[in-house]
């Protein structure tokens, strides 16, 4: 099921055309890593897909009801707001559904034959199923301890560094879980237990994921799909990074190769 689908998508900055006329889709259960030089367009691709930038040309058509969230390279939070607030308040829609849950299942037990009511805890138990949400207060305690973010937990945000917020933000992300996540570089200031910990934590739960990164190892390790992004066009290769680089190298190959045969065509033809 196709989540989010971009068809021949353009973008321009001044007289450089980022984008020209791509095509690209997202479906539910990938982990797609994008790839290409510095400046070639990978932000502007996920900044598109998140809805954070409008295209020039083309069209973006989202699945009705999905929720699609972005790690932001700056993370911009509430001033003074503390470190275990600002992870909490990205839970108000799974702790509404826990208290909606709770109110469901003692009306069901007064009236137990209300389809409605059945019917909607129904609804509110899957929604909870997804986003992993029974155990909350115990997923925020263990989150804040792999980011090493629990000693901070009672001060503000905006007097930890640049990499303390970002963790803060992704931790937040992480359990909100939405149905699809956009990560800019998420290992950028993070430890090999950190790293650990958010790879096991992304396969376990099973995200969508569209995310850019230059570890070429975490590529390897999550990605379903590799993309990249090169002279304003995108190529998709199956798998994670060594795939990518085989599949690239078999297509230069043939490029090469085709090359070779044009040539050939060409000085036979001026001989004849």
């Not at 353009?10 to 020209?20: A, G, M, P, T």
């Not at 973010?149 to 931790?171: C, F, P, W």
Request: charged share 30%.
């Amino acid at each position: 099921m196709a989540l989010v689908d971009l068809q021949k998508i353009s973008k321009q900055y001044e007289v450089q055309k980022i984008l020209d006329e791509i095509s690209f889709t997202v479906k539910e259960g990938e982990r797609v890593a994008v790839v290409g030089k510095n400046g070639c367009g990978k932000s502007t691709l996920l900044k598109i897909v998140s809805g954070e930038l409008e295209a020039d040309d083309g069209m973006r058509t989202v699945l009705n009801g999905i929720s699609i969230e972005m790690l932001a390279q700056v993370p911009k939070f509430q001033e003074g707001i503390t470190v275990r607030k600002a992870v909490e308040d990205q839970l108000t829609d799974l702790k509404a559904a826990k208290k909606r849950y709770d109110q469901l299942s003692d009306a069901i037990n007064r009236d137990p034959n209300n389809r409605a009511f059945l019917q909607e805890l129904t609804e509110v138990s899957t929604y909870i199923d997804f986003h992993n949400g029974w155990s909350l207060d115990d997923r925020v305690e263990r989150v804040l301890e792999e980011f090493a973010l629990k000693e901070y937990e009672h001060r503000a945000v905006d007097t930890l560094s640049g990499g303390e917020q970002r963790r803060v933000a992704l931790a937040g992300l992480l359990l909100k879980r939405p149905d699809l996540l956009l990560l800019d570089e998420p290992t950028n200031h993070l430890d090999v237990y950190m790293v650990k910990f958010l790879e096991e934590m992304l396969l376990r739960e099973n995200f969508t994921l569209l995310f850019i990164s230059h570890d070429r190892y975490f590529i390897d390790r999550l990605a379903t799909r590799t993309v990249e992004v090169e002279d304003g066009s995108i190529k998709s290769f199956k798998g994670g990074y060594n795939d990518y680089l085989q599949a690239k190298q078999k297509l230069l190959q043939d490029l090469e190769k085709q090359h070779d045969n044009l040539l050939r065509a060409l000085r036979s033809e001026m001989e004849w």
